[in-house]
């Protein structure tokens, strides 16, 4: 039998599976990074594996996976790896959270991307990274935020609960030395929460804010669905995960808006994550499935 190895390269770092064995590393995808050599540079500081097949889920593909040889050589230069799965970490998320049955997964994190997979035929929606797409994620949150803020607090808006809500926020800003870099988007990512709690607490830009993301999310999930041949009448599973999701008002939200497109939509929880879809596609889907997934062998 085949040793497989998983590996999630993220934003914030990777993880390895190999059977029972989880190995992380602070090492991810750094901003205007390609996975290639992100995972070089992951693969150069993390212990040594073995194996025959690699799976790898990566962020940073936009939803178009390509050059898989180039993955196997590399994978074949640390594992001796004779197969590996290139595939597109929203894929690897639909199929871990779902098993492969027809459905969305709708991914919110820093950025967002939303997967429908039916009867084999699979769509990618957003993921467009933060300058022209990731609506509704937490950087859009904190982004939207922190803009309304400051706009308030030069008199640009009326809505003063804004400024005492996220005076920290608006304090971090001017301490920004460069304030369009990878520090401002940092920033605006780790708002999200409080944007959240405040819409939680009654503050209504903060509210108006929320209320428009659950909105946007719902459009990407809905257009998932009907990208990979699915109608209104079908009853879809729907899985919404990610750190913003956690925040039971906007998952709530969320839903209420796909169901008042997809009424027979039913909200269900993950079955597992990035590694276990990897581990699966590896072990049970040995074709390519163009764009999202590639096998180099």
């Given at each position: 039998m085949n040793q497989v190895l998983a590996v999630d390269l993220g934003q914030s770092g990777t993880r390895f599976k190999?059977?029972?064995?989880?190995?992380?590393?602070?090492?991810?995808?750094?901003?205007?990074?390609?996975?290639?050599?992100?995972?070089?540079?992951?693969?150069?500081?993390?212990?040594?594996?073995?194996?025959?097949?690699?799976?790898?889920?990566?962020?940073?593909?936009?939803?178009?996976?390509?050059?898989?040889?180039?993955?196997?050589?590399?994978?074949?230069?640390?594992f001796g790896a004779s197969q590996v799965a290139v595939i597109d970490d929203g894929l690897a998320g639909f199929v871990g959270a779902l098993n492969g049955r027809n459905g969305v997964?709708?991914?919110?994190?820093?950025?967002?991307?939303?997967?429908?997979?039916?009867?084999?035929?699979?769509?990618?929606?957003?993921?467009?990274?933060?300058?022209?797409?990731?609506?509704?994620?937490g950087?859009?949150?904190?982004?939207?935020?922190?803009?309304?803020?400051?706009?308030?607090?030069?008199?640009?808006?009326?809505?003063?609960?804004?400024?005492?809500?996220?005076?920290?926020?608006?304090?971090?800003?001017?301490?920004?030395?460069?304030?369009?870099?990878?520090?401002?988007?940092?920033?605006?990512?780790?708002?999200a929460k409080k944007v959240l709690d405040a819409a939680d607490a009654g503050v209504s830009t903060a509210t108006a804010i929320v209320d428009e993301g659950a909105f946007l999310l719902a459009q990407t999930a809905v257009a998932a669905w009907y990208g990979c041949g699915g109608k209104k009448a079908d009853s879809p599973e729907i899985v919404i995960q990610g750190g913003p999701a956690r925040n039971a008002s906007y998952s709530t939200k969320i839903a209420l808006e796909i169901n008042a497109k997809l009424p027979n939509a039913v909200i269900v929880q993950s079955s597992g994550d990035n590694l276990d879809g990897a581990t699966w596609i590896a072990n049970n889907l040995h074709q390519d499935a163009p764009p999202l997934l590639l096998w180099a062998t």
């Open positions: 190999q059977g029972d064995l989880l190995v992380t590393s602070d090492r991810g995808k750094v901003a205007g990074e390609n996975p290639l050599p992100a995972l070089n540079a992951v693969f150069q500081s993390t212990q040594k594996f073995t194996a025959d097949v690699v799976a790898l889920s990566c962020t940073g593909f936009y939803g178009v996976v390509s050059e898989p040889h180039k993955y196997l050589e590399l994978c074949h230069q640390y997964v709708l991914s919110v994190g820093g950025g967002v991307v939303a997967i429908g997979g039916r009867e084999g035929q699979y769509a990618h929606r957003d993921g467009l990274g933060n300058t022209f797409g990731d609506e509704g994620s950087f859009w949150l904190g982004k939207l935020a922190i803009t309304k803020a400051l706009a308030v607090r030069q008199g640009r808006g009326d809505d003063p609960e804004m400024v005492d809500y996220f005076a920290d926020e608006i304090d971090a800003y001017f301490a920004l030395e460069i304030r369009n870099s990878v520090d401002a988007v940092n920033l605006a990512t780790r708002t």
